[in-house]
């Protein structure tokens, strides 16, 4: 394989990007998957194994992910695939693996999980069908592979907002069936970790089968059962994803109730990429109007959600930031920043020190 080349200069663009495989054998770990940059094609992925570059190559082509993203023409040459020799022992802890896209010398995509050998041993899997709802997924390995990538990109967020301190009760605000509180629980070394859903089949799946965790059956509108300032810490994979503006901001106020002064929120929203990607022109022309497109209704939890209730929701960087700073201080906005689809938006309940 050819020698590794330095990138030269740093002009990352958001990247839509999969990582489908990893795994060891002995001490070979294969790395493989797919990603893409909508505005420019990749001429090379870097392989990155706890900051060290180790391999790079060429693209392949996956007609199957032009199939899937059909506007994008640079998702035929996507699929990444990598086969690294590594000694097993450096495989026994977290290992941080990191894909990069180079176009030119110049870093125009990255994506990465973190992975430790038998990370998901002794996890137990929920049925295909809850596994599809939250996740489009009906493979136990894939979605556990999913809840790793988001559990990582979520502690590293808290870690760095927290300056390391591990937060005492944290809260999965649209837990689902644990595909990420299971890691949380089984990882973080927090002293309680909870979570609640509309879903109650679900909540009843993670109460039976998530041990210490403790869940709980939510109501789809405010407020929560849980007392004011309870959690150091409240996420939300893909809610405000399916929430009208009105029903954003009524949750924004009631998490906040909840979050202790200092106290993290994470969330995910559909941003300009996932519009690209996946919006209807309508609903791309009114968050260009508006800042926010919230009018298509969805059949996802028909039974579960009150009518018209769930949403499929975008939202301009913009939008989120001037709406959302009116009720909780915004820390970031990183685009495409929660699986290389979603944006996460990292806010902070004022206490007193912090503005």
């Known amino acids: 394989m050819p020698a590794i080349v330095p990138t030269t200069k740093l002009t990352r663009m958001p990247a839509r990007a999969h990582i489908e495989v990893v795994g060891q054998q002995n001490e070979k770990l294969t790395v493989a998957g797919w990603m893409f940059v909508p505005a420019r094609p990749i001429d090379r992925f870097r392989l990155v194994i706890n900051g060290t570059a180790v391999l790079e190559g060429p693209p392949r082509q996956r007609p199957d992910v032009l199939a899937a993203f059909p506007r994008v023409p640079s998702a035929l040459n996507s699929e990444f695939h990598f086969e690294a020799t590594l000694p097993s022992a450096s495989m026994r802890d977290w290992v941080d693996i990191e894909i990069v896209g180079v176009t030119g010398g110049a870093e125009i995509g990255r994506t990465g999980t973190l992975f430790r050998v038998g990370f998901a041993d002794g996890m137990p899997n929920p049925t295909p069908e809850m596994m599809h709802r939250v996740s489009n997924i009906s493979d136990s390995a894939a979605f556990w592979m999913g809840g790793l990538e988001y559990y ?3 502690s590293k967020s808290i870690e760095r907002h927290r300056g390391g301190m591990v937060p005492r009760r944290i809260l999965d605000w649209g837990c689902g069936c644990g595909r990420i509180a299971a890691f949380f629980l089984k990882y973080s070394g927090m002293s309680e970790v909870c979570g609640c859903d509309i879903d109650g089949r679900a909540v009843q799946w993670c109460d039976e089968h998530l041990k210490p965790g403790k869940f709980s059956t939510s109501q789809p ?14 996420f939300g994979s893909s809610v405000f994803t399916h929430l009208d503006r009105e029903l954003q901001r009524d949750w924004l106020v009631e998490l906040r109730r909840i979050l202790a002064p200092g106290g993290l929120l994470l969330v995910s929203t559909q941003g300009e990429l996932a519009a690209l990607l996946t919006a209807p022109e309508r609903a791309v022309n009114e968050m260009k109007r508006h800042g926010i497109s919230d009018y298509l209704v969805k059949d996802t939890f028909d039974g579960v959600a009150p009518p018209k209730y769930y949403r499929e929701v975008y939202q301009t960087r913009e939008y989120t930031l001037n709406e959302w700073s009116k ?6 906005h990183i685009e495409a920043g929660m699986g ?6 990292i806010l902070r309940k004022p206490d007193g020190r912090r503005g």
């Open 327 to 332: 009720i909780l201080p915004v820390l970031e």
């Open 340 to 345: 290389n689809f979603q944006d996460l938006v």
């Open 221 to 234: 509108y405010p407020p929560l059962q849980y007392g004011k300032e309870s959690f150091d810490v409240v």
């Open 152 to 154: 990582g990109i979520l």
